[in-house]
């Protein structure tokens, strides 16, 4: 069972930029694809972006443009940078495997083993 540890989250003005990490407890390479997802306050988790480990990205519409997600398996780590920054990308950020197979995401499978997350928040 992979252990997943986010870090990185802070209080910002509107504008600024985070980068935020994630280090997996195991080797992540074998994982096809890995993601980020957020959840606001009472709202649903909703899926961010996601790398495969060739490099492929994906993004939900309103965060293209200004996060970028990348990994590096010899860290076991996924990053996300986040720039320009608006009130509402105000949420926790997780991350976790994404199921990507005939060249698609499919980030509505729940591999479950959630961490703990990593708190965002902006002001403006």
């Known amino acids: 069972q992979v252990q997943l540890v986010e870090s990185g989250g802070s209080s910002v003005q509107a504008g600024g930029s985070l980068r935020l990490s994630c280090v997996a407890s195991e080797n992540i390479f074998s994982i096809n694809a890995m993601g980020w997802y957020r959840q606001a306050p009472g709202k649903q988790r909703e899926f961010v972006a996601a790398?495969?480990?060739?490099?492929?990205?994906n993004y939900v519409d309103s965060v293209k443009g200004r996060f970028t997600i990348s990994r590096d398996n010899d860290k076991n780590t996924v990053y996300l940078q986040l720039n320009s920054l608006k009130s509402e990308d105000t949420a926790v950020y997780y991350c976790?495997?994404?199921?990507?197979?005939?060249?698609?995401?499919?980030?509505?499978?729940?591999?479950?083993?959630w961490g703990q997350g990593t708190r965002v928040t902006v002001s403006s």
């Open positions: 790398i495969t480990s060739g490099g492929i990205t």
């Open positions: 976790n495997a994404v199921a990507y197979y005939g060249g698609r995401f499919n980030p509505s499978v729940d591999f479950g083993s």
